[in-house]
Nanobody, 123 residues
Framework: QVQLVESGGGLVQAGGSLRLSCAASGGTFSAYGVGWFRQAPGKERDLVAGLSGSGVVRHYADSVRGRFTISRDNAENTVYLLMNSLKPEDTAVYYC????????????????WGQGTQVTVSS
């Protein structure tokens, strides 16, 4: 059983930056692909960025490519999402996710979820 706890959300002005963190416990962290999903009010929860267990393979949604960077520190069992050039449309609850053996690119592939952290970008 893997537990995921996000932190780092908040309110930021458009053009600003935030870094989200996700602390994992309860499993062999490097064995899991990880991802950040987000869900805005009235919308589905979609993948923002994903990263393989080794940290080599990355996947980004088109809407964030070039602005967001996902990374992980397997020694610290932590995943990060650095968000630059934030836009009001990035406003959502951001969820950390883990999948045994691969990058979670869809909700159905996720084995573990964090509780979510709110990101609000003002215009």
């Amino acid at each position: 059983q893997v537990q995921l706890v996000e932190s780092g959300g908040g309110l930021v002005q458009a053009g600003g930056s935030l870094r989200l963190s996700c602390a994992a416990s309860g499993g062999t962290f490097s064995a899991y692909g990880v991802g950040w999903f987000r869900q805005a009010p009235g919308k589905e929860r979609d993948l923002v960025a994903g990263l393989s267990g080794s940290g080599v393979v990355r996947h980004y949604a088109d809407s964030v490519r070039g602005r967001f960077t996902i990374s992980r520190d397997n020694a610290e069992n932590t995943v990060y999402l650095l968000m630059n050039s934030l836009k009001p449309e990035d406003t959502a609850v951001y969820y950390c996710a883990a999948r045994s053996g691969g990058i979670p690119t869809m909700r159905s592939q996720v084995h573990y979820w964090g509780q979510g952290t709110q990101v609000t970008v003002s215009s």
